[in-house]
């Protein structure tokens, strides 16, 4: 597609429930990232690939949470046992090249609720 | 935690009145960029500004960058009711191109 696309939009999951956010980034794109955006804040980092490489996992908030991308492409997002914090917006961003810091285009997004 | 802070946290104007916003980060950067959000979207890039450049323009877009005190600003020009977003800099410290953002500027133009 043209974009990157996430789904599902809107998440609603009850605490302790496991939930998987997908990513399909622009066809060919080798970078990928993650990021969290709590109410009211900015983006913060959670992972990164490099086609099916998981370079840097260093922003996970805990091992509860899990990201792959097996074949280089679609990536998901796994938060086993969900909790109220885990309640944000999870952004998904792509390029084309590696490691130059620019050319990212940013899917919309899932909203996770956890009541 | 995130890298820098942005002032002001909102930002209420009216239509053809300028908007100005700062970002003030804490380490050496790579480059500075300037993203747009609306409510319930995703981020959209609007413009970059390398470690080595002081300013740079785009369209009514015009941001600057001091890296002396590690600090950006960005201005909008006769501002229009569809720049009603949310305002985040972003910054690339690292190999990898991973981005550290600021809490952002809420920016509301009323007709």
């Known amino acids: 597609g043209a974009g990157v696309s996430q789904s599902p939009r809107y998440k609603v999951a009850k605490r302790g429930q496991d939930v998987a956010l997908r990513c399909d980034p622009i066809?060919?794109?080798?970078?990928l990232f993650w990021y969290q955006q709590a109410l009211g804040q900015g983006p913060e980092f959670l992972t990164y690939?490099?086609?099916?490489?998981?370079?840097?996992k260093s922003g996970l908030p805990s091992d509860r949470f899990f990201a792959e991308r097996p074949e280089g492409s679609v990536s998901t997002l796994k938060i086993q046992r969900t909790q109220q914090e885990d309640s944000a917006v999870y952004l998904c961003?792509?390029?084309?090249?590696?490691?130059?810091?620019?050319?990212?285009?940013f899917g919309s997004g899932t909203r996770l609720t956890v009541v | 935690s995130q890298q820098g802070e942005e002032d002001p946290q909102a930002l209420s104007i009216q239509e053809g009145e300028n908007a100005t916003m700062n970002c003030s980060y804490k380490?050496?950067?790579?480059?500075l960029q300037w993203y747009r959000q609306n409510s319930g979207r995703g981020l959209v890039h609007l413009i970059l500004?390398?470690?080595?450049?002081r300013e740079k323009h785009s369209g009514r877009l015009r941001v600057t960058l001091d890296t002396s005190k590690k600090s950006s600003s960005l201005l909008i020009t006769a501002s229009r009711a569809a720049d009603t977003a949310s305002y985040f800099c972003?910054?690339?410290?690292?190999?990898?191109?991973?981005?550290?953002f600021g809490a952002g500027t809420q920016v509301v133009v009323t007709p």
């Open positions: 961003a792509s390029s084309l090249v590696s490691g130059v810091g620019y050319g990212y285009t």
């Open positions: 066809s060919g794109h080798v970078s």
């Open positions: 690939f490099q086609n099916e490489a998981q370079l840097d």
């Open positions: 380490t050496s950067i790579n480059n």
């Open positions: 500004i390398r470690s080595n450049e």
């Open positions: 972003a910054t690339v410290t690292d190999s990898w191109g991973k981005f550290q």
